[in-house]
């Protein structure tokens, strides 16, 4: 079965500085891993994904993840935060075995303060 | 193009009535998903389809909860009998086929209130 652990349940920075929301997964096997952002009374938007091509990838809006199968991570990172970029970030996983279902972490709530 | 659309954006109800939920899919995509996401959670998976057919109904919670996709295209999530505990924003996502690297699209969602 696949699961998605997201360690924060918020995380709070000033604007400019960079952004680091932290993603464990486990998967029975090689899985699809992506970055969804939604914000308030928005749709889900998908950032960036990984398919099994290089470990890191990089995605819209200067986020950028990367793939480490040995820590079972999945780590979004942004170098220097923008105000726009306060919403609720989901990490997910698929597996073609489960027909591709998305399972979601937790989310994250990111609040940028000026 | 246009994206995945639901109908209605709102729904209230009261306990024990029935509620359809409408999902409009992106021109050519073959594959629907139905997530459900209650407040303050990450969507959950209720049921997938390929085609016409329900390929995972694994997630669903119980027996008052059904959806069809009779034409291969427009899916009808149908809630009988509904519960206080059926409140949560109910979306919808669909792929253009069975790659693992197809991305699936997410539609605005229907959020449901049942008073």
């Known amino acids: 079965a696949q699961s998605v652990t997201q360690l924060d349940s918020h995380v709070s920075v000033s604007e400019g500085t960079p952004v680091l929301l932290r993603c464990n997964y486990s998967s029975s096997y090689s899985p699809s891993l992506f970055w969804y952002v939604q914000h308030p009374n928005k749709g889900l938007q998908l950032l960036l994904k990984?398919?099994?091509?290089?470990?890191l990838v990089k995605g819209i809006n200067g986020f950028e993840a990367e793939f480490k199968k040995s820590e079972t991570s999945f780590h979004l990172t942004k170098p220097s935060a923008h105000m726009s970029d306060a919403a609720e970030y989901f990490c997910?996983?698929?597996?073609?075995?489960?027909?591709?279902?998305?399972?979601f972490g937790g989310g994250t709530r990111v609040l940028v303060k000026p | 193009g246009a994206g995945v659309s639901q109908t209605p954006s709102n729904k209230v109800t009261e306990k024990g009535k029935y509620v359809e939920l409408r999902c409009d899919p992106i021109s050519g995509h073959t594959a629907l998903y139905w997530y459900r996401q209650s407040l303050g959670q990450g969507p959950e998976f209720l049921i997938y389809?390929?085609?016409?057919?329900?390929?995972?109904d694994s997630g669903l919670p119980n027996d008052r909860f059904f959806a069809v996709r009779p034409e291969g295209s427009v899916s009808t999530l149908k809630i009988q009998r509904t519960e206080r505990g059926d409140s949560a924003v109910y979306l919808c996502a669909t792929k253009r086929g069975q790659g693992k690297s197809d991305t699936q699209y997410f539609g605005p969602g229907t959020r449901l209130t049942v008073l």
């Open positions: 997910v996983v698929s597996e073609p075995a489960a027909g591709n279902k998305l399972t």
């Open positions: 389809f390929q085609g016409t057919g329900a390929a995972d």
């Open positions: 990984y398919t099994s091509a290089a470990t």
